[in-house]
């Protein structure tokens, strides 16, 4: 069996899980990580017995025993990174969003392509067991007429530096969407405020509109005690609540409800092998960069209709 040597740049709490999950894969060997701070480059050799380490990812990137990286860096540093990695000739598995652009995301999308190379973006819950079984049971006419989908990604934290709300959690939200209806919003309607600073918005509130008069309602806040990640679809003959983090999942009939038995995966495992199994055969991704480049154009979308205060329709998408 071919082995493919990984390299994670960014040991964070994301970059420590790739790392650790690709320890758990037979085919992958985790040559070398790169990080800014001493401490997490220090922990991932101790901790992992990673071979290499160094504060500049570039010197990671030239290393040609390396075929793939994971980049789980900051979001704005996405972009260059990728770039530089398919400069070097390496596969990439990009945390979302794909970049903070449409325009940059299409250029990673483009140069990916012309270098026959591979690019997944973080899209985790497309391996999510539960929100397969929805797909799958969509798909079968389960809920009969879908009527709305509705997510609440919320939880209490201080605002995240640097970062807004949309480009944090909405790209779960419009990839989750487009998942489970195998389309993308037709109109985007979003409000968004800021509230413990000037700038950079922590809770909002989309409305997207589907085909079939099918809506999508996201709510994404930093303000509601506790952490939620649910999903609620609702059908003109059954409702479905789903716990997108321990994937249970709750059927609603008339008059009465039952849990379906759905076996927890390990989602982060999964879709590293994926990814690991995609540069081995070439086959196109599910979570691909051209999902990534909707995902970012559907943030856009709302961001558009937040500062004008208007629905935006398809032609604007």
Request: glycine content about 6%; overall charge neutral.
């Amino acid at each position: 069996m071919k082995k493919i040597n990984v390299g994670v740049i960014g040991t964070g709490y994301w970059g420590k899980k790739h790392i650790y999950e690709y320890h758990l894969l037979d085919n992958v060997n985790v040559l070398g990580v790169s990080d800014i701070s001493p401490e997490n480059l220090e922990f991932c050799k101790k901790e992992y017995n990673v071979p290499y380490i160094t504060s500049d990812y570039r010197e990671l990137l030239e290393n040609k025993k390396i075929d793939a990286v994971s980049v789980c860096t900051p979001n704005e540093m996405h972009y260059q990174i990728c770039r530089d990695a398919f400069g070097a000739n390496k596969h990439v598995l990009v945390e979302k969003p794909i970049s903070l652009s449409s325009k940059e995301a299409k250029d990673l999308v483009k140069i990916a392509k012309e270098k026959h190379l591979i690019l997944t973006v973080g899209h985790i819950y497309r391996f999510n067991n539960a929100l397969h079984k929805m797909r799958e049971f969509i798909q079968k006419g389960f809920f009969q007429k879908i009527f709305m989908i509705k997510l609440q990604w919320t939880a209490l934290h201080p605002p995240l530096k640097g970062r807004d709300i949309l480009f944090d959690l909405a790209p779960h939200s419009f990839d989750i969407l487009n998942y489970l209806l195998d389309e993308w919003p037709k109109k985007i309607t979003c409000v968004a405020k800021t509230y413990r600073r000037k700038e950079l918005e922590e809770s909002a509130y989309i409305i997207a509109e589907f085909g079939n008069n099918v809506l999508g309602h996201i709510e994404l806040n930093w303000l509601v005690p506790g952490k939620t990640r649910e999903i609620f679809i609702i059908g003109s003959d059954r409702c479905a609540r789903i716990n997108a983090v321990s994937q249970e999942v709750i059927i609603y009939e008339s008059g009465y409800d039952y849990k379906l038995d759905i076996p927890r995966n390990n989602t982060i495992k999964d879709e590293l092998s994926y990814f690991v199994n995609c540069i081995v055969s070439g086959e196109k991704a599910i979570n691909s960069g051209e999902i990534g480049v909707k995902t970012i154009e559907m943030i856009e979308a709302a961001k558009k209709s937040m500062k004008e205060e208007r629905t935006i329709g398809a032609e604007c998408l």
